[in-house]
């Protein structure tokens, strides 16, 4: 009896050791995804308002109801987890957003092109410029009901306006 009271107590003992196993209650191991660094999706990203993201050839970024526009198909490029670029395949211009949360497109590659893409609980995504913030709150891409980008200090996470839907391109 006293044997196996020992064998407990130095098996639990070493399960709570350093290195081993986690538990319930434990710390959580960092996760490491090298995989998805340096992923490319082309989607169409359809915003909850019934747009489909569009950058025209004059980098004007906007909505379009037209799902067949060549402009919308967006190249979605993973800079690291949870980073990516956007880039519009048929115009080449990425999506970027200035200092006070305007939209527009750029031609070269630049820190305003970066945005956090986060996968919300509908399972719409929604992308926040990494570079910029609004009185410490981040700024979303973002289209209104009528198709026009809406300024990234008027967005919020939870407004249905930042939320987009990646549709696979056929």
Known sequence: MRCRLWLGLAWLLLARAPGAARTPGGPRRPRSYPHLEGDVRWRRLFSSTHFFLRVDPSGLVQGTRWCHSPDSIIEIRSIRVGVVALKAVHTGFFVAMSRRGHLYGSRIYTAHCRFQERIEENGYNTYASLRWRHRGRPMFLALDRRGVPRRGGRTR??????????????
């Open 157 to 170: 996470r939870h407004h249905l306006s930042t939320h987009f839907l990646p549709v696979m391109v056929s």
